[in-house]
């Protein structure tokens, strides 16, 4: 059968782009060889965001006392539960993704697809059946997996990935999360609020390691606070998986340390799933392990074009999305606006949660700017107060010859709903007098916005 458009993966990055693609008129089918929504949707944003309100509810049920609330008996985690509950809320996501595709009038093909050249796919079924589909145009967006080290090799059983971490059997009583990006903390977080013994292994000096200085210090700090034994400049060299527990030998500037856990969670980034694609016969050329693209996302191939973690730039869903986007509206004839990867939020949800757009204060005292920085605590906010979430604070950084907002880093209760604000404010070029000058509701967590862009320009009011 011939599309105007085949697209190979269902992710957050595939199934947007198949879906505009049909509102602009192409025929579109979608080639899927497991769950339709990716690992975004089953094995990664949407059923770790459930966990973590989890923890987040069990949390407020062990402080309650501290708003007035008398609850008998001690609250406990149910693990099994909690598992449970993030599965149903993926799969109805999932059924939500499969509806919209109908919706779309887009056909779904069960299976794994390979490229054949001449605008050809081959795709094979699970019973081993293969038919071959040809396309004018046909999408890669077959996403990433846990990125496996030689000195930490995934056994599944006692050294997982997050896939395995989502669906743990029983609550490990400890843990060793070894890398503190987004899954790393997120995880540690998580297993930590519900009674696991924690320990958080850092390969570079602060965790979260591509935030701003000042906000990898402040999650460390109240990682630390909460019961995590948080390892900076630490590295793994050694795992033995014989024995009940895990052992594993940590390099420290110390020295080797030897500590054992039942679990040990591998959160080192993730690897481009680039493989039995057919990229070569094709013609795709790859770039440091990932697909080379223009910035429409056409591959070297004509007629081929592949968007999300196979390509550089943020491994985020939201990039994917809008990376897929800007593909099919340029394959239609529309003349998109090429997606400005300096403007890209990044969003970790931990408690506190960090949330942050464009250049740390290093960056941009590297790149030879002249700042302007402001920041404003949450300790000063009434809304915080309040809400019993006073830890964090609000950092933007301006150049100060023109005003322009380089950069936004936000730590705090609910900061991920914040931050857009801030990527709407550099995406409209304003400048922090604009900022200070838009009246923000009171009390709000957003006033924080509004009063560090007033900090740095000598205006606060409420420090």
């Given at each position: 059968?011939?599309?105007?458009?085949?697209?190979?993966?269902?992710?957050?990055?595939?199934?947007?782009?198949?879906?505009?693609?049909?509102?602009?008129?192409?025929?579109?089918?979608?080639?899927?060889?497991?769950?339709?929504?990716?690992?975004?949707l089953?094995?990664?944003?949407?059923?770790?965001?459930?966990?973590?309100?989890?923890?987040?509810?069990?949390?407020?049920?062990?402080?309650?006392?501290?708003?007035?609330?008398?609850?008998?008996?001690?609250?406990?985690?149910?693990?099994?539960?909690?598992?449970?509950r993030?599965?149903?809320?993926?799969?109805?996501?999932?059924?939500?993704?499969?509806?919209?595709?109908?919706?779309?009038?887009?056909?779904?093909?069960?299976?794994?697809?390979?490229?054949?050249?001449?605008?050809?796919?081959?795709?094979?079924?699970?019973?081993?059946?293969?038919?071959?589909?040809?396309?004018?145009?046909?999408?890669?967006?077959?996403?990433?997996?846990?990125?496996?080290?030689?000195?930490?090799?995934q056994d599944?059983?006692?050294?997982?990935?997050?896939r395995?971490?989502?669906?743990?059997?029983?609550?490990?009583?400890?843990?060793?999360?070894?890398?503190?990006?987004?899954?790393?903390?997120?995880?540690?977080?998580?297993?930590?609020?519900?009674?696991?013994?924690?320990?958080?292994?850092?390969?570079?000096?602060?965790i979260?390691?591509?935030?701003d200085?000042e906000?990898?210090?402040?999650?460390?700090?109240?990682?630390?606070?909460?019961?995590?034994?948080?390892?900076?400049?630490?590295?793994?060299?050694?795992?033995?998986?014989?024995?009940?527990?895990?052992?594993?030998?940590?390099?420290t500037?110390?020295?080797e340390?030897?500590?054992?856990?039942?679990?040990?969670?591998?959160?080192?980034?993730?690897?481009?799933?680039?493989?039995?694609?057919?990229?070569?016969?094709?013609?795709?050329?790859?770039?440091?392990?990932?697909?080379?693209?223009?910035e429409?996302?056409?591959?070297?191939?004509?007629?081929i074009?592949?968007?999300?973690?196979?390509?550089?730039?943020?491994a985020?869903?939201?990039?994917?999305?809008?990376?897929?986007?800007?593909?099919?509206?340029?394959?239609?004839?529309?003349?998109?606006e090429?997606?400005?990867?300096?403007?890209?939020p990044?969003?970790t949800?931990?408690?506190?949660?960090?949330?942050?757009?464009?250049?740390?204060?290093?960056?941009?005292?590297?790149?030879?700017?002249?700042l302007?920085?402001?920041?404003?605590?949450?300790?000063?906010?009434?809304?915080?107060?309040?809400?019993?979430?006073?830890?964090?604070?609000?950092?933007?950084?301006?150049?100060?010859?023109?005003?322009?907002?380089?950069?936004?880093?936000?730590?705090?209760?609910?900061?991920?709903?914040m931050?857009?604000?801030?990527?709407?404010?550099?995406?409209?070029?304003?400048?922090?007098?604009?900022?200070?000058?838009?009246?923000?509701?009171?009390?709000?967590?957003?006033?924080?916005?509004?009063?560090?862009?007033?900090?740095?320009?000598?205006?606060?009011?409420?420090?």
């Open positions: 059968m011939n599309y105007d458009l085949l697209v190979i993966g269902s992710g957050p990055g595939g199934y947007v782009a198949a879906i505009r693609a049909s509102q602009l008129g192409l025929k579109v089918a979608v080639v899927e060889r497991s769950e339709l929504g990716g690992i975004c089953n094995w990664g944003c949407i059923p770790t965001k459930s966990l973590l309100k989890s923890a987040s509810v069990f949390e407020y049920l062990q402080h309650a006392a501290d708003y007035g609330i008398n609850i008998k008996g001690e609250a406990s985690a149910d693990f099994e539960a909690m598992v449970k993030s599965r149903g809320v993926a799969d109805g996501m999932s059924k939500g993704i499969q509806y919209l595709l109908k919706k779309n009038k887009i056909e779904v093909i069960q299976g794994a697809g390979k490229l054949l050249g001449n605008k050809q796919v081959e795709v094979s079924s699970e019973s081993g059946d293969k038919t071959v589909y040809s396309a004018n145009h046909i999408l890669l967006a077959t996403g990433a997996r846990s990125r496996q080290l030689p000195n930490l090799p599944g059983e006692k050294v997982i990935g997050y395995k971490a989502l669906t743990l059997d029983k609550q490990p009583k400890s843990m060793i999360v070894v890398g503190s990006g987004a899954i790393g903390s997120e995880f540690a977080y998580f297993y930590n609020a519900i009674g696991t013994k924690v320990t958080l292994v850092e390969y570079m000096p602060t979260v390691p591509v935030e200085e906000v990898s210090k402040q999650l460390g700090r109240s990682f630390k606070k909460a019961g995590i034994k948080v390892m900076t400049a630490a590295e793994v060299t050694q795992v033995d998986t014989s024995g009940d527990k895990v052992k594993v030998v940590i390099k500037k110390k020295g340390e030897e500590h054992e856990a039942d679990i040990v969670l591998s959160a080192v980034g993730i690897s481009p799933n680039v493989e039995n694609l057919g990229l070569e016969e094709a013609g795709v050329e790859l770039e440091n392990g990932r697909v080379k693209v223009d429409y996302y056409r591959t070297s191939a004509e007629g074009y592949a968007i999300g973690d196979l390509v550089p730039g943020q985020l869903a939201h990039v994917a999305s809008a990376e897929g986007i800007i593909c099919v509206e340029k394959i239609a004839g529309h003349k998109p090429a997606l400005d990867y300096g403007n890209i990044g969003c949800y931990t408690s506190p949660e960090v949330a942050s757009v464009g250049m740390t204060e290093k960056a941009a005292k590297e790149a030879g700017y002249e302007k920085v402001g920041k404003f605590p949450f300790s000063a906010s009434g809304k915080a107060s309040a809400a019993g979430h006073k830890d964090g604070f609000v950092k933007l950084i301006f150049d100060a010859k023109y005003g322009e907002l380089l950069g936004a880093h936000l730590i705090g209760a609910n900061v991920t709903e931050i857009a604000e801030l990527v709407t404010a550099r995406k409209l070029e304003t400048t922090g007098h604009e900022i200070i000058k838009a009246v923000h509701p009171h009390p709000t967590m957003s006033e924080a916005v509004m009063e560090a862009a007033a900090a740095a320009y000598d205006e606060v009011i409420h420090i």
